[in-house]
């Protein structure tokens, strides 16, 4: 996965309530369990006025001039809901959304976000609404997401900030520990040796 440190981008704001995965990557969107060929389907019921003929509905706000580029999204209580499809977070990804400022998240979702590389944010309801539509800069290391002259601070644990700092999966992330899982083993052959006898024909 990329890293996530510093990221600014204009916020896009898509505030709503309960916005739930079946929004964000329908079912039928879904034609492969690869993490590719989604970002075509990225909230293909409110992106586009005809879906089968992919023609761009203008009052969406992914669809919009000002929201060209953006890598960033808002996003009001309870953003991810619903099934648990880890192809909406790839969906985001293939898009180019790097991070998701909501209310709330679902916890599904948001650990899916995590396993893929988008940083998801909470803050108050009002702080997320003030971002809209306004370049801002997010500061995984400081923990901080800033606009203009207004700074907001965030929470993250430290495991999921440190597989967003450095680009981790969750295999990735074990491996971290590999040379304590490895002295432990041996000590363990040491101590138990019978458990690691081999099996003979």
């Known amino acids: 996965m990329t890293p996530f440190t510093t990221l600014t981008s204009v916020a896009v704001p898509i505030l709503r309530d309960n916005v739930d995965t079946d929004a964000i ?3 039928r969107e879904m034609k492969s369990t690869g993490r590719t060929g989604l970002a075509e389907g990225l ?3 409110w992106r586009y ?3 089968a003929a992919r023609t761009p509905d203008p009052t969406f706000e992914l669809n ?4 060209r580029g953006g890598q ?3 996003g009001g209580a309870n953003f991810g809901c619903g099934s648990s499809r880890e192809h909406a977070v790839w969906a985001l990804v293939e898009y180019g959304i790097r991070c998701v400022i909501a209310e709330s998240f679902a916890p599904i979702f948001r650990a899916n976000c995590i396993r893929n590389g988008v940083l998801p944010i909470t803050l ?3 702080d997320v609404d003030a971002l809209a539509w306004q370049e801002i800069t997010v ?3 400081a923990q901080t997401v800033t606009a203009g002259a ?3 601070s965030f929470t993250i644990e430290d495991e999921p900030r440190t597989m967003l700092l450095e680009g981790l999966d969750v295999i990735d992330l074990t491996l971290k520990a590999l040379p304590a899982i490895e002295a432990w083993t041996d000590a363990d052959r040491t101590a138990r040796p019978w458990v690691y006898l081999e099996k003979t024909a």
Do not use: K, N, W, Y
């Open 25 to 27: 990557i329908p079912s």
């Open 43 to 45: 909230f293909a019921p």
């Open 49 to 51: 006025s005809d879906v």
């Open 64 to 67: 919009m001039p000002e929201a």
């Open 72 to 74: 960033v999204i808002l």
């Open 124 to 126: 108050p309801r009002t």
């Open 139 to 141: 500061d995984l290391p």
């Open 150 to 152: 207004t700074t907001h």
